[in-house]
């Protein structure tokens, strides 16, 4: 074996890339969230995003473009596989995907198809697509298993494609990669669990969440019409007033925009079970370190917070609490608590928030193309039963509820956004 040094901190093991190896913990979770769908009898999805363009765009600089992305980063030539309830990937050869023709108005339904179908066993678990579809009209699409893509690897991956493009029609030289791959850090992570060195995080998950209880330990509006874990939504619009004001209000406590809303969820979620003790989640990013930032590949892990919301308790107080909390478990980030909370990867415990920021996925830039849209196709079963999301936009911000039919139907993912609202006009008033 041998290191890929990283400064002064960081030595990422080199395993053998022609063998089998685990998956990272932080895609263990995704990967038991696929597990526990399939046995509840619904498909494990894809995450699939497509880009429409109008111009003409160079086929075989598109191709040239493609092939040059999959021989620079190893998460387009990623396999993944199950050994029980072990993720494991290994690498496999893979080459530019040829150019389909599908008419505009058909765009959408192949996509839909994408993110129900399954991937061959001799395919990568992620790739682009590219679409010719009409006149002076194409499409990007790009789509794979959760356990490879983030919003990061989505923006940066098709930015980079763009660049890649771009060099080519105009005979410059293409970008180079950083030089780490997804298998590396996935050798680095399980080392690190080998070695012990992430211990001290393993004790600081164990003490803040010995005793921690899910929130809701029964469905809350269950919709029997429809699979236990089919897809529920609801949406609402936040006035933008409304968001300034409150964001002006957390910004003058020296907090964040997501400390300020995530504390106005877990005040709501008090409200709505009547309980102290509030236990959510959410994915976060461990690309803290500048040796990480740039590695393709899904590099989110769920951080848990407990948080006892007491009568009298007010808003600010509360948002001083989260903002404490959150500052000292940044640090044990790497560590996988879920194994412990959530070892099947189905939810519990705990609900979850989510704080999508406007441009999430990029849009990219390819010479002679406008991109006239983006748009993420979801599927049709949720791996989580309640999620409340937050959409940043200038001029139209949106709440969003998310979660199983089974455990929250629609009408009690309405409920909650608008006791959200509620709560915040209270809280500026």
């Known amino acids: 074996m041998t290191s890929i040094e990283q400064g002064p901190c960081f030595s990422f093991p080199a395993y053998n890339r022609d063998a089998s190896q685990p998956q990272p913990l932080v895609a263990q979770l995704l990967h038991r969230q696929g597990r526990t769908l399939q046995r509840a009898g619904a498909e494990k999805a894809n995450t699939v995003i497509a880009w429409r363009f109008k111009g003409q765009f160079d086929h075989q600089a598109m191709t040239e473009a493609l092939d040059h992305l999959i021989r620079d980063y190893d998460m387009f030539r990623i396999q993944l596989e199950s050994q029980g309830e072990v993720g494991m990937m290994r690498e496999i050869t893979a080459s530019p995907p040829p150019l389909e023709t599908v008419e505009d108005k058909d765009l959408d339904r192949e996509m839909q198809r994408w993110v129900r179908k399954k991937t061959p066993t001799d395919h990568p678990a992620c790739s682009y697509r590219h679409f010719h579809t009409g006149p002076d009209t194409c499409a990007l699409g790009l789509g794979g298993r959760h356990e490879l893509l983030d ?188 194994q412990d909370v959530d070892p099947q990867g189905s939810g519990y415990p705990g609900v979850f928030f989510h704080y999508a920021r406007k441009g999430e996925f990029g849009v990219p830039d390819f010479n002679g193309l406008e991109c006239t849209s983006s748009q993420i196709y979801f599927f049709d079963y949720s791996p989580l039963p309640l999620v409340l999301q937050v959409t940043e936009d200038s001029k139209r911000p949106m709440l969003f509820g998310l979660g199983q039919a089974g455990f929250c139907a629609e009408s009690g993912l309405e409920d909650m956004l608008h006791r959200y609202t509620g709560l915040m006009k209270e809280i500026i008033a």
């Open 151 to 338: 919003a990061y690897t989505i923006r940066n991956m098709t930015l980079k494609l763009a660049q890649c493009y771009n060099s080519i029609l105009d005979r410059r030289a293409l970008p180079e990669n950083s030089g780490l791959q997804y298998m590396d850090f996935a050798a680095w992570v399980d080392s690190l669990i080998k070695n012990e060195e992430l211990e001290p995080s393993r004790q600081y998950w164990h003490s803040a969440l010995r005793n921690t209880a899910p929130v809701f330990e029964a469905p809350l509006d269950r919709d029997n019409t429809r699979h236990p874990m089919a897809a529920a939504s609801a949406a609402l619009s936040l006035s933008p007033d409304l968001r300034d004001e409150f964001e002006d209000l957390v910004r003058k406590q020296e907090c964040t925009r997501f400390e300020g809303y995530f504390t106005l969820f877990n005040m709501v979620l008090a409200q709505i079970s009547g309980k102290e003790d509030i236990l959510t989640a959410f994915a976060a990013s461990v690309r803290r370190q500048p040796e990480l930032r740039a590695i393709p590949g899904c590099l989110l892990n769920r951080m848990y917070v407990p948080l006892r919301v007491q009568p009298g308790d007010d808003f600010r107080t509360l948002l001083r609490r989260v903002h404490s909390l959150l500052q000292e478990a940044k640090n044990h980030l790497l560590w996988p608590a879920w």
